[in-house]
């Protein structure tokens, strides 16, 4: 069998302990044991393993594996394959080794294989457990550069631009954040032109680079040009008025340092910042009744809305296909070529239909069956749910214990790995009953809140369906074409149109084509 052998280390100071020198002495090892033939080796040194773009090398890996180099790839652990957060990133991951059929193998583990739906969920929960230990790591990151900037010790290799880490001669661990004066002259250029002036970030960014000023060069880079994002968090940062606020996600911490520009000036720059907000903003009527409804007969993508812009010839709004702005994220060859549609002449014909199917009694009655439409009929599923949630914590504790136990030594890797496996079998089952349960449940009381919606609705517009203003239209056609339901209005490319609601509209429709007055 062809393996590829993956080594990383996360750090510098795991790569001054040659870690990866260990990892790429112990693998191949293995694979000899074993009779695997090693087709290539990759290594990322002092890489973090929370994403893929800063992996190179493991880039290079998923390459390989898409052109079924190898069958197998190689790791001292699970956890040097990813250690996102993110649960979506490594599910990604582990999808394309399972596409291109590649197996992975630890010396611990043995070879796993992803089509093994066993050997998925063991991954599966493995992975899960790296993810927790990298939050636990981080946890205690923070912690540590929090004491850190208590004690006035540098938390931060960057400095603030405007600002030097200016180490105290008394104590070679403390320090104090000192002006940079040439970066200071540009930070009071930058609030004079916006508090002064009334300048725009934009206006104020070229301003700077037609003066010649550039950003402060980063490690290995040359100086930058100045961007309107970059003056922007300038002008709203605290820092520069005396107040350095830090881990602003969790239990901010405020370092004080010497001002830059005085509160007065911070005050009228955040001032002016607002203002020309408010006088920027192009506000317009948001009424369209097909909003997040309308669909593209063609490519079946969503319809976004042209708004009327002041100064233009236009003085129509229009139904869009989406595919035009986004065919390549949606892996069209190109925009599918639907035409526009007027939104006045949609709505008001969609409007005009429901009212139609909304006065005939006989089809409410047969919406409100639907609340009496359930295949599990005599089933308690609520119980059902409840009793299979409290066996999934019962589950979730034993997962920890079994963990517990192995970093205690207490059971082998062999003995972890099956008492995991088989709460991974019965906890697959049960978020099957729970799957199940909750479906059941949702679409019962999906149905009932409907009909009943639907009967509260047309108690109070049978008379006056013709005159409802624009937010009692808008609720009775989210309630018949519910997104949830799979609902919505299609339009064609002849100008054609199909509405696909919970009500059986299709018995009252009539052709519809908005081809000769749609441009």
């Avoid at 996102?84 to 043995?110: C, M």
């Avoid at 790296?130 to 960057?158: D, N, P, T, V, Y």
């Amino acid at each position: 069998m062809r393996v590829a052998i993956y080594a990383r280390v996360s750090t510098d100071r795991q790569r001054e302990r040659h870690t990866i020198a260990s990892q790429l002495r112990e693998l191949p090892e293995h694979a000899k044991r074993q009779g695997w033939e090693i087709v290539a080796t990759y290594k990322d040194d002092g890489l973090s393993g929370e994403t893929v773009e800063g992996r190179p090398a493991f880039q290079q890996l998923l390459e390989a594996a898409a052109r079924r180099e190898f069958d197998a790839l190689l790791v001292i652990d699970l956890d040097r394959i990813t250690r996102s957060k993110r649960s979506a990133e490594g599910a990604l991951i582990y999808d394309h080794f399972r596409e291109h059929e590649v197996k992975l193998a630890t010396p611990s583990q043995g070879l796993i294989d992803l089509a093994d739906e066993d050997q998925d969920l063991l991954a599966g929960i493995k992975r899960e457990l790296a993810k927790w230990e990298k939050r636990k790591i981080l946890s205690r990151m923070m912690r540590g550069k929090r004491e850190a900037a208590k004690q006035g010790r540098r938390f931060s290799c960057q400095d603030p631009y405007g600002y030097r880490w200016i180490i105290r001669p008394d104590h070679p661990n403390r320090g104090t954040y000192e002006i940079e004066e040439l970066e200071a002259q540009t930070i009071r250029t930058i609030y004079d032109l916006s508090a002064d002036e009334g300048l725009g970030r934009s206006m104020i960014a070229w301003r700077l680079n037609t003066q010649g000023l550039v950003t402060r060069p980063r490690a290995g880079k040359k100086p930058g040009r100045w961007a309107s994002s970059t003056v922007g968090k300038i002008l709203k940062s605290t820092t520069y008025k005396g107040d350095f606020r830090v881990f602003k996600k969790a239990d901010q911490l405020v370092i004080p340092v010497p001002p830059i520009v005085t509160p007065d000036v911070w005050d009228r720059a955040q001032v002016a910042l607002s203002d020309r907000k408010i006088e920027t903003k192009w506000k317009h009527d948001r009424q369209y009744l097909l909003s997040g409804i309308a669909r593209c007969g063609v490519c079946g993508a969503g319809m976004w809305i042209v708004n009327v812009r002041p100064g233009t010839t236009s003085h129509f709004a229009y139904y869009r296909c989406n595919s035009s702005n986004q065919w390549r994220r949606m892996g069209l060859k190109g925009p599918c070529g639907n035409r526009h549609h007027r939104v006045d002449q949609v709505d008001e014909l969609v409007w005009r239909k429901l009212i139609q199917v909304l006065r005939d009694p006989e089809l409410l009655a047969q919406a409100c069956r639907l609340q009496h439409e359930d295949s599990g009929a005599g089933v308690d599923w609520a119980a059902q749910l409840n009793s299979s949630r409290q066996k999934l914590q019962e589950l979730d504790r034993l997962v920890q214990e079994v963990s517990q136990r192995r970093r205690r030594n207490l059971i082998t890797e062999p003995q972890c790995d099956h008492e995991l496996g088989e709460i991974a079998r019965e906890r697959k089952l049960l978020q099957r009953n729970v799957r199940v349960a909750e479906q059941q449940l949702a679409g019962k009381k999906a149905r009932e809140d409907r009909v009943q919606e639907i009967e509260i609705q047309m108690a109070e517009l049978t008379n006056s369906l013709s005159q409802a203003a624009f937010e009692r239209r808008r609720e009775i056609v989210k309630l018949v074409f519910p997104r949830d339901h799979g609902c919505a209005v299609v339009l064609g490319l002849q100008g054609d149109m199909e509405a696909r609601g919970i009500l059986p509209l299709r018995d009252h429709e009539v052709p519809i084509n908005l081809a000769a007055n749609n441009r």
